[in-house]
């Protein structure tokens, strides 16, 4: 079982910056995929940023690359969504999600892929 929890969001202006952590229990934090993803008002949750166990591989949607970086502190067991040049559309409860390993890397952009995930933190652009 693994309990994630997200924290950093906030209101910013439009071209600000903020960094997301998630913490997550389980001694077997390394070993997961993370993700995260995004849920804005009226709209359906959408894949931003994935990352593999040791972090050499990342994915992330059209709409945040060369914005946004996933990384990931196994030693403390956090993953982070660095969000740079942050536009109006960026605002959504941003969720963070573990897939156990055997769910492999291939779908790491998929909802369904994900076993456990956090209770989200609000992010607001002002434009």
């Known amino acids: 079982q693994v309990r994630l929890v997200e924290s950093g969001g906030g209101l910013v202006q439009a071209g600000g910056s903020l960094r997301l952590s998630c913490a997550a229990s389980?001694?077997?934090?390394?070993?997961?995929?993370m993700g995260w993803f995004r849920q804005a008002p009226g709209k359906e949750r959408e894949f931003v940023a994935a990352?593999?166990?040791?972090?050499?591989?990342?994915n992330y949607a059209n709409s945040v690359k060369g914005r946004f970086t996933i990384s990931r502190d196994n030693a403390k067991n956090t993953v982070y969504l660095q969000m740079n040049s942050l536009k109006f559309e960026d605002t959504a409860v941003y969720y963070c999600?573990?897939?156990?390993?055997?769910?492999?890397?291939?779908?790491?952009?998929?909802?369904?892929?994900?076993?456990?995930w956090g209770q989200g933190t609000q992010v607001t652009v002002s434009s």
């Open positions: 999600a573990a897939a156990r390993p055997e769910k492999g890397w291939g779908r790491n952009w998929s909802y369904a892929n994900y076993d456990y």
């Open positions: 389980g001694r077997t934090f390394s070993m997961y995929v």
């Open positions: 990352i593999t166990w040791n972090g050499g591989n990342t």
